[in-house]
């Protein structure tokens, strides 16, 4: 095929491009060469009636659930011709392929655009699933969700989320590709795109994970902006006026902007952005009219919810469909897409085909990739040594021992932190920091960028190589928390190890005092919350973490020491801390009383007991989700039914949540105060003669 060559002797790269494109806008300066195609769409008439059958698809399927988005499946319906019917490498038949290109709707409410074209690309999605959009266990939803759906690739919907999941997705690329790349054999190369709007790139989430990205030079990442110039409310400018195409610029991205609608250029800008490994991921801003398809709603705010419902007919038929045909995609289109499939079949095979020579050539790492894939987890336990009895060790100086063991057993698990490692313990030694300067690294430095480390932590875990985890101060999990509760009903098994637990943090005052925070983190379904109450349950919970699988998991750690307890040998303490809860000091007489101990305040649950006599238990309770998954008959061995008004609860924190378990709760239900920490813990009567006195009462 001809190539066209341009030089930006003067014009920057994208500019070139631009001028290639026919389009307007500025560019940046660098001085380099690039090459696009010069007649890059093979079937401009097939794609373009996919795209108009895509679109009426989202019709009907919006119309029969009378809700949904029409707004981007209409608008966006040539870039999915491209990427889906030209461009993407993925396999239909291997959704799960770890060298398919990945590609992330981070303006989930147009699932529907996704949907669609999962379905004509020959995924395992049929025609009646695309009919039941929105409806009652259907395999299409209102928002597209991780595991449910074949061919999605993340859990979208809150807005910048999908920006930061390609972030993490494309960084987690670099580190597998880095990692299992040789000079003979190259089995990771493949790209991310992204699809968002507007509103995506308003949330700040997205502006720091596209900081995050153009720093750490991830010119595998490929973020398409559906740029319509409309919002929900009202027309985009009455909210937004910066040029976002600079603000990237500025952050190390490359910009092209192209009619999104002009599949010609579509395809330039893709190939360009995908085949230019300058050390810069691109945005492609791509001017479209929102709703285009349905006269009466294009280019309004209408188009952004179903208003385009009630005129489904004349959109129909302007768009050329069989008015006594819903939901028709034409004998030709199927036709198209199965002999691309056919085509993307062929490069599946050639890639099966240097994977294996890979294998042979590199059996030991093959086995460690092989156990990354099959989620196998080494025996962590026995790796961990026992911490001294009756010695003070603050719960994350813990975390950083036990860390190490799964560090180097476990060569896909990756940590960082929010600029915090220093204070959070959790740097692991001898893996190396990730960076563009070492893509190998396992240490990521995020930045003070909370709100981006969460949303590209789930994109590193979505990817299914890598067990992730990173951290920060507990009061900032806030600023993580969309991210964290899109983890949990998305059942990845994300890490977060949280420090700086509570009151004892003392002198720093009231705004990094969490109080009312691990409460409210508990009230997220799935999302198990450990508040290890020594050394030995920090060991035992963090193993926990690595061992589940199904969602993820919070460990809550102190700055300060903590005693290492001596009531029972450190593997009974270990098994105790995996059910969630478990008797920690066993009454010697009638049982009188039970005091529920966690975290920082099990030592004093313990001390308290001591001084009320024989009769009375303690229960340490790190994790309150995982005791309750536990057998009933366990419940009640732990925590009798018929003791619950004799039980007392402690832990320096909002009290609510405990009074499922006691009648009686002593905790901090006001902000702390700035002084030494145990003057803190005295002020708000968490001490043991205050608990002795509940005890009593």
């Known amino acids: 095929m001809a190539r066209l060559v341009l030089f930006g002797a003067v014009l920057g790269s994208a500019e070139a491009f631009q001028a290639v494109a026919g389009l307007r806008g500025t560019a940046s300066l660098s001085k380099i060469a690039m090459q696009v195609a010069a007649e890059p769409v093979t079937q401009q008439a097939a794609l373009a009636k996919a795209a108009d059958e ?166 595998n990442l490929i973020v398409m902006y559906d740029s319509n110039g409309v919002t929900l409310d009202k027309m985009a400018e009455h909210t937004q006026s910066e040029d976002v195409k600079m603000r990237f610029e500025a952050q190390g991205w490359e910009v092209l902007e192209i009619d999104g609608h002009d599949m010609d250029a579509i395809t330039k800008a893709y190939k360009y952005a995908k085949e230019s490994d300058n050390g810069k991921p691109t945005l492609i801003v791509c001017k479209t009219i929102i709703g ?163 949303a590209i932590m789930n994109g590193m875990a979505y990817y299914g190589l890598f067990r992730v985890s990173g951290s920060t101060f507990l009061v900032f999990s806030d600023y993580m928390r969309a991210s964290v509760r899109v983890a949990a009903l998305s059942h990845v098994p994300t890490n977060y190890i949280w420090t700086h637990d509570s009151i004892g943090v003392g002198e720093d005052g009231p705004p990094p005092q969490p109080v009312e925070t691990v409460s409210s983190l508990r009230l997220i379904p799935n999302l198990d919350v450990m508040r290890p109450g020594d050394a030995e349950e920090t060991a035992a919970a963090y193993v926990h973490s690595i061992e ?25 303490k270990r098994a105790g801390t995996k059910m969630g809860a478990y008797t920690i000091v066993k009454e010697t007489a009638e049982l009188e009383a039970i005091i529920i101990g966690a975290g920082s305040e099990l030592s004093m649950a313990v001390d308290a007991a001591a001084e009320l006599g024989a009769g009375v238990r303690v229960v340490s309770m790190p994790c309150m989700e995982l005791f309750e998954r536990q057998s009933a008959e366990y419940i009640e061995s732990v925590l009798p039914a018929a003791m619950k008004s004799k039980t007392v609860a402690c832990e320096a924190g909002v009290t609510l949540p405990w009074y499922k378990f006691a009648d009686k709760v002593q905790g901090v239900d006001s902000f702390g105060l700035s002084a030494p920490g145990d003057e803190v813990y005295e002020e708000k009567g968490m001490t043991v003669a205050k608990l002795v006195e509940l005890v009593k009462a």
């Open 54 to 219: 895509a679109r009426g698809l989202a019709i009907d399927s919006i119309s029969k659930a009378k809700s949904g988005h029409m707004g981007l499946p209409l608008g966006c319906a040539e870039i999915g011709a491209i990427l889906y019917g030209q461009e993407m490498v993925y396999n239909p038949a291997d959704p799960a392929w770890i060298n398919r290109d990945r590609f992330i709707l981070s303006a989930g409410h147009g699932s529907m655009f996704l949907y669609s074209w999962l379905h004509m690309a020959g995924f395992d999605l049929s025609m009646e699933e695309v009919a039941n959009f929105r409806a009652k266990d259907s395999k299409t939803p209102g928002h597209p969700e991780f595991g449910w759906t074949p061919g999605v690739e993340s859990t979208t919907g809150p807005l910048g989320q999908g920006v930061g999941n390609g972030v993490g997705l494309a960084a987690a690329g670099k580190l597998a590709a880095a990692t299992l790349n040789t000079p003979e054999h190259t089995i990771i190369d493949h790209h991310v795109v992204v699809l968002c709007g507007d509103g995506c790139l308003q949330e700040g989430i997205a502006n720091e994970a596209a900081a995050f990205a153009g720093h750490e030079q991830l010119d």
């Open 548 to 572: 589940r699988k199904t969602g993820p998991t919070a460990l809550i750690l102190s700055r300060q020491n903590l005693p290492v307890l001596a009531n029972m040998p450190a593997a009974d």
């Open 292 to 454: 285009k398809g349905i006269d009466e709603i294009a280019g309004t705010c209408a188009a952004h919810g179903e208003a385009g419902v009630k005129y489904q007919d004349s959109g129909r038929e302007s768009l050329g469909l069989p008015a006594d045909k819903l939901w028709y995609v034409s004998p030709e289109t199927y036709e198209y897409f199965d002999g691309h499939k056919k085509e993307l079949a062929a490069k599946y095979d050639a890639w099966q085909e240097t994977f294996a020579a890979w294998e042979t050539a590199n059996p030991e790492l093959a086995k460690k990739y092989a156990d990354a894939q099959a989620g196998v987890v080494p025996d962590l336990d026995s790796m961990m040594a026992e911490f001294e009895v009756g010695s003070g060790v603050a719960t994350r100086n813990a975390g950083a021992e036990v860390l190490q063991p799964i560090a180097e057993s476990m060569p896909f698990y990756v940590s960082g932190s929010a600029d915090l490692h220093g204070s959070n313990k959790n740097y692991m030694k001898g893996v190396g920091d990730f960076s563009k300067n070492n893509y190998a690294g396992r240490n990521f430095y995020y930045g003070i960028r909370e709100h981006a480390m969460g």
